[in-house]
């Protein structure tokens, strides 16, 4: 007696929590209460039961290697000035060779010392005597430009998984594929535009001093003095409004880039009431913006952005404190979504689009209509067959079946699981798996009483020699399950989630549910026979 009821206990137990991680999902709003001390979670609908967008992009891992050697090539020519070896030419060619042009062949013992001591990645690629200089050419070695492209995929896939969780996306997926590819699906994306263009920017953030020295003449004839570069500046017309693009010369060695930012917000301009974009430094970043402004005051400092002048403002003081601005004609949407990439970092190389879905929330209704007409249907037939050929104990098999349902979308809500199409053909499987243990239970109870035996004598020896045999049959299963999990994919994984909770649940409904009302009828209801 004390045992059942500890039994009953544990199934009501079960029952109520499945209960309460569900409301979140029935209801829309919850008091406030609810969420401090109870499950908020609610079913989480995959891609293409809700709708979103499919992403197949490819990381353009060679560009990460070719910046890589652009920025050996300015670190190579400090370290020429700092070992005083002379040089006329230092320039990256090609893939990531990079070519030094020394002003005399004296120097071809320095540059290679320097080499071999301050950069191992670099091996020699050939050197060539010209008059009284010489050329040398150096490249990253094979394990390097492996490791860089490495590199390049992992961050990218990082950096993307941080853009996308600040963007608000729930449940999305984002897993690689194969060496370069990154495979992304988020559910309910209501803009695909703007998603895609928040994962594919490159957002890195350079400043470079504006080249005065370049005079108006030269622009027009693009005879531009050595080290020098065009870059497209945005301006915005005070007056219209309308924003539009001119030239502007650069020096083109980097002062600094986003790597030191450690936050970014967006702020409202009260004079033009415009949002901008305002960025903090890291203790490192603080102290370097503050050396360059110091050095460089009265001077343009342009902030650069994939290659794109937004401002280029007059350095009026040395700047302390590790903070700056980015200003232009952004839209609100626009300036979040700059503030989300220069926090989230930036992309190590560009990425491409190699495939791209869109699926409406209407194809993701109707799929949904149409397994729970199918879950329906499936179940109906089921509970129907249970009691028209185990009668009264059919209905409680059936009682069992019903159970499942709520349990299992319980689980889905409460592990944050996403529930998708397969994860919904898993579920009908489910309906019709949840029985058999029950059909096996009701043979041997049937055997037991065909011997001679008492209604209590053959419920206990049915459940328990069949006990065993349902255990080995589920958890073979379950193994597969937890393997497709595990192993597979998208439309597998969904499938392989309610399938093994489904196992679960019907584990516990068919062995401790059921048997609590067997033994309440027969010790309660005085059932002298079975309706079997």
Known sequence: MKNLKWRALLVAGVVLAAIVCLIP??????????AKVLPKERVRLGLDLQGGMHLILEVEADKAVQNQAERMVEDIKDSLRQQRIPFTRVERIRNWDIQIELANAEAQGDLARLMEKDYPTLRSAGIQTTGQGVTA????????????????????????????????????????QGEDRILIQLPGVQDPQRAVALIGKTALLEFKLVAEEAGSQQ??????????????????DATTGQTFERQIALRDRTLMTGESITNAEVRIDTQYNKPYVSLEFDSQGARQFERISGENVKRQLAIVLDGTVYSAPVIQERISGGKASITGNFTMDEARDLAIVLRAGALPAPVKILEQRTVGASLGSDSIRQGLVASLLGGL?????????YRLSGLIADFALILNVPIIFACLAAFEATLTLPGIAGIILTVGMAVDANVLI???????????????AAVDAGFERATWTILDSNITTLIAAVVLFQFGTGPVRGFAVTLTIGICASLFTAIVATRVVFDYLLTYGRVRTLSI
Do not use: C
């Not at 999902?25 to 609810?34: K, T, V």
């Not at 990253?140 to 430009?145: A, I, L």
């Not at 037939?381 to 050929?389: A, D, G, S």
């Open 25 to 34: 999902s029935m209801i829309s709003e919850l008091p406030p209460w609810w």
């Open 137 to 176: 050419e150096f490249t990253f070695t094979e394990s390097h430009v492996d490791y860089l492209k490495k590199m390049a995929a992992e961050q990218a896939l990082e950096t993307i998984r941080n853009r996308v969780d600040q963007f608000g996306v729930t449940e999305p997926d984002i897993r690689p």
């Open 219 to 236: 622009l027009r004839e693009g005879k531009l003095p050595p080290g020098v570069k065009m870059y497209p500046m945005r301006h915005t």
């Open 381 to 389: 037939v089921t509970v129907v067959f249970m009691v028209f050929y």
């Open 442 to 456: 009701f043979e041997r109870i049937r055997e037991e009483l065909r011997l001679g035996k008492t209604p209590r």
